[in-house]
């Protein structure tokens, strides 16, 4: 039976309102200044702000430097985060991290600031703002790509778009982030493509999905016992795009079924016949208009090996992460209805997994 318009009417108001959360979400951060930066007695106070789930971390540095600034050495600064040991990976969206690091969320989230020291053998170079504009444009063009199969309508956009686009997104301003992207026509997918008909009806396409793949204690019961993440080598930071597909009976499609697609490693005995090849992205891809990037000297190992090492002794899923929202227990939620509204404004859907495995 068709849906009357009311009903139409009101999922589309709530999907809205979604989208709506997603871009006015943020996470409370309590951020301690490093001993060795303090150059004065007493220390300053930790700084409490909120990190919006779709920024940056180095897009907050001018606050916290304002806060900590009449203790700070003399010098250059070269500001990093680390939370419990673990450099932050900084062209990471912030709410991506806090899904991927805290099994159970830590509220506020407890972060260390480093303003000298940096990690130059864990962390690519950050030049501030700028680095983090540089990152996010490159993976808009890749999302651009694997949508419609080139990046030129971002690629050919205008200073002036460019510029109040990135000033959107660098302000949480979804209205004035979709004036502008409407001109991309990277458009939403369109959720009931399955139930067409014709030939001339029948929808192929490619949805941009970042996986982010967390070990785990093979026995953890409880997410508060999660052994915390010491180095990125038990995380596994993949780009594989899902591939619409026509199929009959079906009215759409679940996030179980684009997972057992993406990660039959782990939620499928299938082989992995229909799965994208895989990228690791440890660095901001390369400003290019292609896809896949083509891995650089310094680039962590292919994926064949490191997937190989991250599916060792995996035994089970432990927790499926979208937005903070918890989704294991609910893996029928449409897929496409999540990568419509849940996504982030560069336009991929950044799943966390977590799995069970002996480290």
Same mark, same amino acid.
């Given at each position: 039976? $068709? ?13 809205? &309102?979604? $989208? ?55 010098? %250059? /600064? ?14 990471? =969206? ?29 962390? #690519? =170079?950050?030049? +501030? ?25 971002? *690629? ?11 000033? #959107? ?11 502008? #992207? ?13 139930? $067409? ?7 192929? +396409? ?6 982010? %793949?967390?070990?785990?204690?093979? /026995? ?9 993440? #010491?180095?990125?080598?038990?995380? @596994? ?20 079924? %684009? ?8 939620? @499928? @005995?299938? =082989?992995? $016949?229909?799965?994208?090849? %895989? ?18 000297? !310094?680039?962590?190992?292919?994926? @064949?090996?490191?997937?190989? /090492? ?5 035994? &089970? ?8 929202? /918890? ?10 209805? *999540? ?18 495995? !002996?480290?």
């Amino acid at each position: 039976m $068709a849906a009357s318009a009311r009903d139409v009417g009101d999922a589309a108001a709530w999907s809205a &309102e979604a $989208a709506r959360r997603v871009w006015g979400g943020a996470v409370p951060l309590h951020v301690h200044l490093h001993d060795a930066d303090v150059t004065a007695l007493p220390p300053p106070p930790p700084f409490l702000t909120l990190g919006p789930r779709i920024g940056y971390l180095p897009l907050l540095v001018p606050i916290i430097k304002a806060h900590f600034s009449s203790t700070l050495p003399p010098g %250059v /600064d070269t500001v990093w985060f680390e939370y419990k040991g673990l450099p932050l990976k900084w062209y990471i =969206p912030i709410g991506v991290l806090f899904d991927l690091l805290c099994a159970e969320p830590e509220r506020p989230w407890n972060l260390i600031v480093h303003f000298r020291g940096y990690p130059a053998e864990i962390l #690519s =170079p950050c030049e +501030g703002e700028d680095s983090v504009k540089w990152s996010y444009n490159n993976s808009l063009k890749e999302a651009a790509f694997i949508i419609t199969g080139n990046s030129k309508n971002v *690629m050919n956009m205008s200073q002036a778009d460019q510029a109040a686009m990135w000033e #959107s997104v660098r302000k949480g301003d979804m209205d004035s982030y979709m004036n502008i #992207s409407t001109r991309l026509k990277l458009g939403l997918f369109e959720e009931d493509w399955s139930v $067409a008909t014709s030939s001339a009806e029948r929808q192929q +396409g490619r949805v941009p999905v970042r996986l982010y %793949v967390r070990r785990v204690q093979e /026995d953890l019961e409880y997410l508060e016992d999660a052994i915390a993440v #010491s180095d990125w080598e038990s995380v @596994s930071y993949i780009n594989r795009p899902f591939e619409i597909r026509k199929e009959e009976g079906k009215s759409y499609i679940t996030l179980a079924r %684009v997972l057992e697609t993406l990660l039959p490693e782990f939620f @499928s @005995s299938k =082989p992995a $016949a229909d799965t994208q090849p %895989v990228e690791i992205a440890d660095s901001p891809p390369d400003d290019s208009d292609t896809t896949p990037r083509t891995p650089r000297d !310094g680039d962590p190992a292919p994926t @064949s090996q490191r997937g190989a /090492d991250l599916t060792k002794n995996a035994t &089970e899923v432990k927790l499926v992460r979208v937005q903070g929202i /918890d989704l294991e227990n609910n893996m029928d939620v449409p897929f496409l209805w *999540m990568a419509n509204y849940l996504k982030n404004p560069e336009c991929y859907l950044h799943v966390c997994v977590y799995v069970g495995a !002996g480290i």
